[in-house]
């Protein structure tokens, strides 16, 4: 793997960089036993986390957050949830069950809110020898938020490597649209997610592996991070 090093200039190109890590979810709401919306089994998710996000750290690998912060007037937050659409109250903006789990909370380069801001807003953040980005989020799609269309757009990343909550819903919402997109090659932690309904993560993954995606372990994608002469991208 090589390390991110981010040329002058940046601001007014496009740059095709090798990975990008994609970090869904990771809230105490979800995957905390007592969160407000507890993802089965995700306390357990936490060494794994912890250890993705210290790849990231040791190697300099760009890092995109995605972060459910509601307000109780969205419509996805519902007294009467349907669980497809809609959700009992979770992440609700200032509570604590909307922060991050220590194991992935990092200092950010570049926070952004549901509302577009600028290219140079925007690559002002990336343009850091280590991004480290946050993407709030109103809705199951990170690509609610329109910056992060912009942050892929910049960064282009040749790999995407997506782990975090809930496997079927937020991180299948973020794996289908990259896999539509068919830009870069998408690479779920199959042991750093969990979903709510685990008897359809089987079918989900077997789909994204005919459409394109290289499922990998924590342990094995790691040891290709460690021995870049086995790493073949393509």
């Known amino acids: 793997m090589v390390l991110l090093r981010l040329p002058h200039g940046f601001g007014q190109q496009v740059m095709r960089i090798p990975t990008l890590f994609w970090d869904v979810d ?3 709401d979800f995957i905390s036993p007592d969160g407000a919306l507890y993802v089965p089994g995700a306390e357990t998710l936490r060494p794994k986390l912890a250890r993705l996000t210290d790849a990231a750290r040791r190697y300099q690998i760009p890092v995109l ?8 007037t969205d ?3 519902s007294d009467s ?3 497809a659409t809609s959700f009992p109250p979770h992440c609700i903006r ?11 909370d990092l200092e950010r380069t570049l926070v952004l809110d549901e509302a577009r ?3 140079n807003e925007i690559t002002t953040g990336l343009y850091q020898p280590w991004p480290r980005v946050l993407a709030f989020k109103k809705a199951l799609n990170a690509f609610s938020n ?3 269309e912009q942050v892929l757009g910049w960064l282009d990343p040749m790999v995407v490597v997506v782990y975090g909550v809930a496997l079927d819903f937020c991180n299948r919402a973020v794996i289908e649209d990259l896999l539509n997109r068919g830009r870069s090659i998408v690479v779920p932690i199959t042991d750093a997610t969990k979903a709510i309904y685990p008897d359809q993560a089987e079918a989900l993954l077997s789909d994204w592996v005919r459409r394109g995606a290289r499922l ?3 342990d094995s994608f790691l040891d290709q991070l460690e021995q870049p002469a086995r790493v073949a991208v393509g």
Request: proline share 11%; net charge negative.
């Open 81 to 83: 949830p349907d669980w």
């Open 146 to 148: 329109p910056n992060v």
């Open 75 to 77: 419509p996805e937050i």
């Open 117 to 119: 801001v600028s290219d």
């Open 94 to 104: 200032g509570s604590r069950g909307a922060s991050r789990i220590p194991e992935t």
């Open 65 to 72: 957050s995605s972060a459910d912060r509601h307000d109780r």
């Open 216 to 218: 990998e372990t924590t």
């Open 26 to 28: 990771t809230q105490l």
